[in-house]
């Protein structure tokens, strides 16, 4: 992006901060302001980061703040601001966009940005900017906590957040091109900070415990300034090459020389005397070609070797999803002086930091004060200092903050955590990944740390060490977590590093689980197993868990002797005390009433244990607690009768119950202790997912470290000899690498690995000449089951499990089943299979396997037909028909005759079979008779003859009525009655039509289809235009009258169109109705007659007659109604003056207006008494209801 395509509004305002003149640079007097716009600028940017790549392109950071930072830092404000906006400026691209885009567009843009930061970060690797940021942090730092205000904790923080954010910038590999020790941009800008002393600030900020709300910065800042180095080579700085690293770097360079040797030897043989034109064509034999001829090979011999059937194809490319993950972190060593500095660095922050800053992260952690992933910078740290201590100069003290139990719990946990969301969250498991490979160097640390101090002279570390690793040995989940490692390993998420470190770590874990081993001579763990185990009821039991005390009848009637001379001795003894002797447990939750058994054990155990006074004690005090029963005696007991009863005690045979200590053995039976051999741990290892990982990491054996190959033959070998599981390792990939070992001229440097081949390749040949079929097997990978078979013989494991296996069947136990089958298969309401097994008198036999013969032997077609069902009660029987009619006829005048025969009926049937049987036995003659009854609130009662009237539109629903299963409704649909069919076809006109409604009841469907025709007509006078309308029922009455036949003729006759099929769920009005049309076709729904009938029952009754509150509430129903009606008629223009005068002379000044509320009862009885006319002379009425007509044209 150029300079002039700059937004004009964003150049002015940077142009409007100053100039730069030489090397000084002249602020505008708008300088502060324009800072100010250029944040506000950024806080709007557009998702593209237009203004940040816009501000990038023209360098304000190097041209403008930076000069601003470093000459006019004594403008508070100004320097505030400028802090402001670089910290904007340079955080981090992936906070910019959130992730990394995937579109291409949106890539471009963040590389743009990446760009611009790393341009920030080689102007920032200056002396002087990074001493005037020390400076003002060390000024902020001098302040007491007291004399600390606000706005200097912001700043300290913005601070930190910037050096942080230039540290985080990645480096351009491929712009810098750096080699070793050579000064990288981030090397210039680790030692800007040693030279302007910001190191000696992060450490005081690190070892002080009045700045612990930093610590996370810091963390994190020590964590970036580190990110490309190695511990072990940074702890060896400026102490010469020790004879561990000349002899690692001597055999790399014979590996590489003897690789050089025998490429020379190769061109050798391959170079003739005399260059020959005609190489010559030949035929390979035993090798097809495309067609079924022998290959015809155009080369010389000496290349025929290398001739491959995949020369000349195109690769084939693996998609991204399938791709294998990239390696992220690159190692490199920087220039002496840096790595010097650091160090240093490294040895003051052990000694004087870590264990304070580690426990106060631990804490930000454990109390959730810290931002989300923060815990990968602990992991980071716990590894990487660990092992700078382990390689410098080892001193456990230094770092004993993390070297505890608790801390592998922690990482365990956290590695657990990461390993079940990189396989639940797969678009985030690439970096899931990344968090578990910090977790696991963290695990891999302690653990080499722990070794460590296995061979420290001081007793106590070496004590400390076998606690550790008691602890760590003895708990399940250590032990699993490798395994659980290796079977989950993805290659697409997880690089080869991670591999490679796990391999490293388990290798450690074994190797110092041998040792401890070998030490103790076993192992004892814990092992959770889940088992079930009913409670155990209370047994007799006479033994007695203390002691050595009588058992036998015989040894109880020859302790008593003595314990009667001391019973005898203390009940002479008045002075024997009761109060320190409680008979029951208040604490228990057994009720005191009910603890009186075990206080008689108690009494039983101290006369077997010779505590003749305690006993005696005791039952005394038991007496006074229980005395109803005289279960320990009555209240004026002599001395002798107390020493019969206690004789009695102790010979009787008392219930025990389980101690407390069985109990809570009983409770935690889920983890058991046993003792574990060393070969039983590497046993979890023999599978073929784990051998699969340890090849996949073999395949790379030139580029692994001598240490990594040792690790990865070391396993294979416990797996392949010590568990005698060689064929593990018998698989073709297996044998092509080695061959490729074999054959790689520099195998004399990896002896191990070829010893170990040449073993397995002796071992398969061994078995392929008792078992040919061992050259199939190399195509597959194996398990241990299949590796038993293939050396022990095929069928070794059916003859150990034979005991197992189901019996087979005879030819006349299958005649037998044959013919059960063919006798009780056509039978209605049994299970075939439980009649074949009731009279299956041969060897017994279950019910699967009686299922799958019978399919087996063609006699049925699927397992799926014996499937056990619900209700098998096909037939109805002639108790069953009866019990079905009385039961009818009890419930036929209830709401609900279907619900009551469900709920009473013996024989548990379906509602559609019930339904089906009471119309087979005429009991009722169409379906809907078994409708669950609506209680509907008519007007009826205040009209003359029972007259249906129209019905109250505000009542409210009492029950909902419950529908028939779909295949009743269908068969409603299709059989109903023909009287139905026959009124329905009869064509009436619209005012019999609407008479007859209201004589069934629909006066309330009637009212709210002439509400919508009035207002369909409103808004077309109003609107100007018209449309469809559709008629919304909501409401069952509206449902049930819209799904009439007589209603939908009305609608029809009144110009209404029904829905189209398919397509249309309502009816609708039709657009080409006019206003006139459907004001007319409103009124022609109402009813006059009834009207007139309305007006003899609203006048005012005799002072005498007092009507219920029921009747009241009618009365102004109607009267409410008629009103509305009337409001409508006035609309169209067709009400009468007669009916005008009629209803001006109705009593409705009792009615509320619309939206009136009632603050009261009194009230409301003080306006009807104002407003009662002289002539009504009927008392007072006092509504319980308060109604409210809302109609939209009286506005």
Known sequence: MDLHM???????????????????????????????????????????????????????????????????????????????????????????????????????????????????????????????????????????????????????????????????????????????????????????????????????????????????????????????????????????????????????????????????????????????????????????????????????????????????????????????????????????????????????????????????????????????????????????????????????????????????????????????????????????????????????????????????????????????????????????????????????????????????????????????????????????????????????????????????????????????????????????????????????????????????????????????????????????????????GSQDISPEEEIQLLKQILSAPLPRQQGPEERGAEEEEEEEEEEEEELQVVQVFACSTVVRAYVLLLRSYQQNSAHTNHCIVKMLHRLAHDLKMEALLFQLSVFCLFNRLLSDPAAGAYKELVTFAKYILGKFFALAAVNQKAFVELLFWKNTAVVREMTEGYGSLDDRSSSRRAPTWSPEEEAHLRELYLANKDVEGQDVVEAILAHLNTVPRTRKQIIHHLVQMGLADSVKDFQRKGTHIVLWTGDQELELQRLFEEFRDSDDVLGHIMKNITAKRSRARIVDKLLALGLVAERRELYKKRQKKLASSILPNGAESLKDFCQEDLEEEENLPEEDSEEEEEGGSEAEQVQGSLVLSNENLGQSLHQEGFSIPLLWLQNCLIRAADDREEDGCSQAVPLVPLTEENEEAMENEQFQQLLRKLGVRPPASGQETFWRIPAKLSPTQLRRAAASLSQPEEEQKLQPELQPKVPGEQGSDEEHCKEHRAQALRALLLAHKKKAGLASPEEEDAVGKEPLKAAPKKRQLLDSDEEQEEDEGRNRAPELGAPGIQKKKRYQIEDDEDD
């Not at 992220?328 to 010097?340: D, G, W, Y």
Request: negative net charge.
């Open 6 to 632: 700059m937004n004009c509004e964003l150049l002015a305002t940077c142009s409007a901060l100053g100039y730069l003149e030489g090397d000084t640079y002249h602020k505008e007097p708008d300088c502060l302001e324009s800072v100010k716009d250029l944040i506000r600028y950024l806080r709007h940017e557009d998702e593209t980061r237009d203004v940040r790549q816009q501000l990038g392109a023209a360098q304000i950071l190097q041209s403008d703040l930076l000069p601003i930072l470093t000459q006019h830092h004594q403008d508070k404000p100004l320097f505030d601001a400028v802090i402001r906006l670089m910290v904007n400026l340079t955080q981090p691209a992936l906070l910019c966009f959130g992730n990394l885009p995937k579109e291409p567009s949106f890539r471009h843009h963040f590389l743009q940005v990446l760009t611009y930061l790393q341009a920030y970060k080689e102007a920032f690797a200056s002396e002087k900017a990074f001493g005037v940021l020390s400076e003002t942090l060390y000024e902020l730092l001098q302040l007491g906590w007291e004399e600390r205000q606000e706005e200097d904790n912001l700043l300290i923080e913005r601070i930190l957040l910037l050096v942080r954010n230039i540290l985080h910038v990645p480096a351009d590999l491929d712009q810098e091109k750096k080699i070793d020790d050579d000064a990288s941009a981030h090397d210039q800008l680790l030692w800007a900070i040693h030279l302007s002393g910001l190191d000696d600030l992060l450490l005081f900020l690190a070892s002080s415990s009045a700045e612990e709300q930093w610590s996370l910065h810091v963390l994190e800042i020590v964590s970036l300034m580190f990110r490309d180095q190695n511990p072990e080579q940074l702890a060896g700085v400026g102490q010469g090459r020790l004879a561990q690293e000349r002899s690692a770097d001597f055999a790399e360079l014979e590996v590489l020389r003897q690789r050089e040797m025998a490429e020379k030897k190769t061109r050798a043989l391959q170079r003739g005397n005399r260059h020959s034109r005609f190489g010559g064509s030949y035929i390979v034999q035993g090798l097809k070609s495309i067609g079924e001829r022998d290959l015809i090979f155009h080369k010389g011999l000496h290349n025929l070797r290398n001739y491959s059937s995949d020369l000349g194809k195109q690769p084939k490319k693996v998609p991204k999803r399938r791709q294998a993950a990239r390696e992220l972190s690159i190692q490199r060593r920087s220039a002496l002086n840096v790595r010097l500095f650091l160090r240093d660095f490294c040895s003051e922050f052990l000694e004087n930091c870590y264990n304070r800053l580690m426990g106060s992260v631990k804490d930000h952690l454990l109390r959730e004060k810290a931002q989300q992933h923060d815990e990968t910078y602990y992991m980071w740290a716990l590894a990487f200092f660990m092992a700078f201590n382990r390689a410098a100069s080892f001193r456990p003290g230094l770092v004993s903050e993390t070297l505890s139990v608790r801390t592998f719990h922690f990482i365990e946990q956290n590695l657990t955590n990461y390993y079940e969301m990189m396989l639940t969250d797969r678009k985030e498991a690439a970096s899931w990944a990344r968090r578990m490979h910090l977790a696991l160097k963290a695990y891999q640390e302690l653990l080499a740390t722990v070794n460590e101090m296995d061979i420290s002279p001081d007793e106590a570390v070496r004590e400390s060490s076998r606690i550790i690793k008691n602890n760590i040995f003895y708990v399940m989940e250590y032990r699993e977590l490798f395994l659980a490692l290796f079977r989950k390993f993805d290659e697409r998420c997880q690089p080869r590093s991670f591999l490679r470190d796990l391999v490293e770590t388990t290798h450690l874990f074994l190797k110092m689980l041998e040792r401890f081993c070998r030490s103790r001579g076993n192992l004892v763990v814990q092992n959770k197993q889940k088992k079930r185990r009913k409670k155990k009821k209370k047994v007799l039991d006479q033994a007695i868990v203390s002691g050595n005390v009588p058992s036998s009848p015989e040894e109880v009637e020859a302790v008593w002797p003595a314990l009667a001379e001391q019973l005898q001795c203390c009940a002479q003894n008045s002075e024997l005390s009761m109060d320190s002797v409680v008979p029951f447990d208040a604490a228990s939750e057994v009720p005191v009433e009910e603890q009186r058994a075990e206080a008689m054990v108690r009494i039983q155990d101290c006369l077997l244990a010779g505590q003749a006074p305690q006993a005696l004690t005791l039952l005394r005090s038991a007496r006074e607690v229980w005395p109803e029963g005289d279960v320990f």
